[in-house]
């Protein structure tokens, strides 16, 4: 299947600072990301859509100004946590979705610790 | 989203055919079936989707009802590497993923 990579894979950061989250479509072009995020023991929660070249499409309840979000080109998403805090730690996961296959392709996934 | 319904829990013997119901009753007509699974700590894999025909690939096998209302996925020789959380989707638009609970797969020794 089509690959999707994101990094970095774990950080631990500072209550306070900012962390910046890459995806990258490796072996095809993306017009849409996704961002999910998942807590321990639940599934995983669409935060945001993210389309090429527009602002991204937040879901109900998360805060578009806390979580950045930037799909500059067809193969890459950036999610900015800003001013990140312990309630912010969470297994953050990106998807790509392949137009040609109408198949969406997740990445393995950001471990995020805020201490 | 269709809403999809799962079993919790299954388990399945090694070497044997795993089979994992779906049910999707409120399906419309151009909505796909995607089916994805969650091996801890990791990003979700793709395994297969389909509208309205059967399909198989070189991980799993999809069986759609003639009605649409269900669905079954396969995995022909379950390995312990099967082991995961099994995700059945209907997305409206066959965009955005809505993940429920899925069905967590044991496989057995």
């Known amino acids: 299947g089509a690959v999707v990579s994101q990094h970095p894979s774990w950080v631990i950061c500072k209550s306070g600072t900012s962390v910046k989250i890459e995806c990258r479509s490796l072996?095809?072009?993306?017009?849409?990301m996704f961002w999910y995020r998942q807590f321990p023991k639940q599934s995983l929660m669409l935060m945001a859509t993210s389309n090429e070249g527009s602002k991204a499409t937040y879901e109900q309840g998360v805060e578009k100004d806390k979580f950045l979000i930037n799909h500059a080109s067809l193969t890459l998403s950036t999610l900015t946590v800003t001013s990140a805090h312990p309630e912010d730690s969470s297994f953050y996961i990106c998807?790509?979705?392949?137009?040609?296959?109408?198949?969406?392709?997740f990445g393995p996934g950001t471990r995020l610790l805020v201490l | 989203d269709a809403k999809t319904t799962q079993p919790p829990s299954m388990d399945c013997a090694e070497g044997r055919a795993a089979n994992l119901p779906c049910n999707h009753s409120t399906i419309s007509g151009n909505e796909y079936v995607y089916w994805y699974r969650q091996i801890h700590s990791q990003g979700p894999q793709y395994i297969i989707h389909?509208?309205?025909n059967n399909e198989t690939n070189e991980m799993a096998s999809l069986i759609i009802t003639e009605d649409r209302k269900s669905s079954t996925l396969i995995l022909p020789h379950a390995t312990l590497r099967d082991t995961a959380v099994y995700y059945c989707i209907a997305p409206f638009g066959n965009e955005k993923l809505t993940f429920g609970t899925g069905t967590r797969l044991t496989i057995i020794p």
């Open positions: 998807s790509a979705r392949d137009p040609q296959q109408e198949t969406q392709y």
């Open positions: 072996d095809f072009q993306a017009t849409t």
């Open positions: 389909g509208l309205k």
